[in-house]
T-cell receptor, first 112, second 112 residues
Framework: QKEVEQDPGPLSVPEGAIVSLNCTYS??????FMWYRQYSRKGPELLMY????GNKEDGRFTAQVDKSSKYISLFIRDSQPSDSATYLC????????????FGGGTRVLVKP | EAQVTQNPRYLITVTGKKLTVTCSQN?????MSWYRQDPGLGLRQIYY???????DKGDVPEGYKVSRKEKRNFPLILESPSPNQTSLYFC???????????FGPGTRLLVL
């Protein structure tokens, strides 16, 4: 079983809808959680970074962490076609740790 | 422009023929890392380097070598490539102690 599980999608939504993405993990040592966005034929870019349990909001993006359930989520409000990308969760036991463990990524398609 | 560059971007080779993928960053970052990305498996870390002459294994180091003789460069060496090393490779860098990691554009490798 993988340490980090993520539904590969694709997840197709109409423009303006809320996109809901999630990851589950098995390693209770993970304390730091990240979401990366990867456009086709590009490298990933950091979107959100959270520590331990709770919520973090940045514009249209909200990241949630529930450590008791080993479950993290990313919500994208008012989705735009430009949000069409693959979203990867990543986690680490240390802040700015040497090793990151990634999920497999969820492909999202926002249709105009 | 601040960036991570990789060369070549695409490479087709044959089993056993040594190859090097170069990675260079112009941001004076201490930390650099190599990942491979395979469908459904997400990004898996191959090697990382915390600074010049300091390198360590990631999760999938078998069949790869790295060196860090200069701060800006972190080449990935495949001494004897095999078909199971066919993958999309990403180099990344960041400031030591910070979370934001900057990825290169990727190198798509096919080993026949």
């Amino acid at each position: 079983q993988k340490e980090v599980e993520q539904d590969p999608g694709p997840l197709s939504v109409p423009e303006g809808a809320i996109v809901s993405l999630n990851c589950t993990y098995s390693n209770s040592a993970f304390q730091y959680f990240m979401w990366y966005r990867q456009y086709s034929r590009k490298g990933p870019e950091l979107l959100m970074y959270t520590y331990s349990s709770g919520n973090k909001e940045d514009g249209r993006f909200t990241a949630q962490v529930d450590k008791s359930s080993k479950y993290i989520s990313l919500f994208i409000r008012d989705s735009q076609p430009s949000d069409s990308a693959t979203y990867l969760c990543a986690m680490s036991p240390q802040a700015a740790g040497n090793k990151l463990t990634f999920g497999g990524g969820t492909r999202v398609l926002v249709k105009p | 422009e601040a960036q991570v560059t990789q060369n070549p971007r695409y490479l087709i080779t044959v089993t056993g023929k040594k190859l090097t993928v170069t990675c260079s960053q112009n941001m004076n970052h201490e930390y650099m890392s190599w990942y491979r990305q395979d469908p459904g498996l997400g990004l898996r870390q191959i090697y990382y380097s915390m600074n010049v002459e300091v390198t360590d294994k990631g999760d999938v180091p078998e069949g790869y070598k790295v060196s860090r003789k200069e701060k800006r460069n972190f080449p990935l060496i495949l001494e004897s490539p095999s078909p199971n090393q066919t993958s999309l490779y990403f180099c990344a860098s960041r400031v030591w102690g910070q979370e934001t990691q900057y990825f290169g554009p990727g190198t798509r490798l096919l080993v026949l």
